[in-house]
């Protein structure tokens, strides 16, 4: 046990450490909330990815046609890819992978709410490429900086991937807004749904934000959740604009003073309603993250049962040659 | 229900092309070495990303410790002769 004087002597040295822009490796010391942060940040992170396969899942055997549809299949399998990149970084911190998955499906964790929300027509499938990745894109990529190593790492990654998935969703978003006139109500709807729960995505405003302070002097963090925010309206504004759609927000609007479009309140009421749990889907989705886990038990079992009788056989016949 | 085991930890490396050294990628987990290669394929190359991949259980892995890091890696500090720009010599030798 050490003294509480040394504990705060290496609390310091880390500190100095970060204020240096140094990566801090696995085996560092590093203060026991910086690790808990940090697991309880990529985890959540893994957990957005992995259930977010749920929604846009729902469209692969409908998509309207062969490119889309193997377009869509490759954007999914990414998701599964980048949730197992960041199990991996949050394992490197002595997290168990099956104690992060239980507490994914008891509820315990939690997971990007926005994909607690339906996809109701194909158009949402270009909305969440175009609105949700992008407003994931806007998040990640600081965090291509974030202090953590392995995090680091796999956000790299990640944001190298993610950039085709915004482009995909605006492209059918494109294609639907040059379409016929049903088509562009269809694109219209679907950005009237997507668009404040993708605001929200960026988290509570930075006042209300209780993690924010020590994050970013961890630099875990780079940037406030409405730095980030902002930066996102300012680039999608134009965007939607060339799209000919409209922003569900009577208040957006270019400020030629500041440089930025103001935009009107947020629901926190809708946001913090959908993180306890009461969304459209909450329900749904962890229903269905359980399912395949339970019904996968049985896989996992077997696949382990196998590989240990090839290393029984493998013994005996090591020993054979032996005698 | 199974009593609780889990599909052991493997680190990846990957040659992203021949004529270079393999890399580490990061890890996942897989029931045996043909499953841990498998699943490197479709989770750390799905563009192209490798010509050859290597997998280790990472309990076989020996790591140095940061600790160690003063009494491994400072002795070299000191060792300025080994490099080439320690040694002076006059502007008009050429191709040194």
Known sequence: ?323 | MSEKKNWPLWEIFIRSKNGLNHKHVGSLHAADAEMAIENARDVYTRRMEGVSIWVVESEHITASSPNQSESLFDPANDKVYRHPTFYNLPDEVKHM
């Open chain 1, 1 to 323: 046990m050490k003294a509480p004087t040394d504990y705060a002597h290496l609390e310091d040295q880390f500190q100095a450490r970060i204020d240096a822009e140094e990566k801090i490796e696995p085996k560092d010391w590093m203060p026991d909330k910086y690790r808990k942060t940090l697991i309880r940040q990529i985890s959540q992170h893994a957990h957005s990815e992995i259930v977010g396969m749920l929604p846009e899942g729902n469209w692969i055997t409908r998509a309207p046609s062969l490119r889309r549809k193997v377009a869509l299949l490759a954007k999914v399998q990414d998701e599964a890819g980048h949730g197992l990149y960041l199990y991996g970084a949050a394992e490197t911190l002595g997290a168990e992978r099956d104690d992060l998955l239980d507490e994914l499906h008891t509820g315990n964790a939690k997971y990007s709410s926005i994909f607690n929300y339906p996809t109701l027509s194909w158009a949402d499938i270009g909305a969440i490429g175009w609105l949700v990745d992008g407003a994931a894109i806007m998040n990640q990529v600081p965090l291509c900086r974030c202090s953590y190593g392995p995090y680091a790492r796999a956000m790299v990654r990640v944001c190298k991937e993610e950039s085709f998935h915004q482009r995909q969703g605006y492209e059918i978003m494109l294609t639907l807004a040059r379409g016929t006139e049903a088509q562009k109500k269809m694109a219209q709807d679907a950005l009237n749904r997507w668009w404040w729960p993708s605001l929200m995505m960026f988290g509570p405003n930075d006042a209300a934000s209780k993690h924010t302070a020590q994050s970013m002097a961890w630099k875990i963090k780079r940037f406030t959740n409405d730095e980030l925010r902002q930066r996102f309206v300012d680039i999608t504004a134009p965007q939607a604009e060339f799209l000919g759609l409209t922003i569900p927000d009577e208040h957006l609007k270019y400020n030629e003073e500041t440089g930025h479009y103001d935009f009107g309140p947020i629901n926190w009421d809708e946001f913090w309603q959908v993180v306890s749990g009461e969304g459209p889907c909450n329900r749904q989705r962890l229903k269905a993250r359980r399912r395949a886990h339970e019904e996968g038990q049985w896989v996992r079992d077997a696949a382990l049962a196998h590989a240990e009788k090839r290393r029984q056989r493998q013994a005996a016949k090591n020993n054979q040659k032996v005698a």
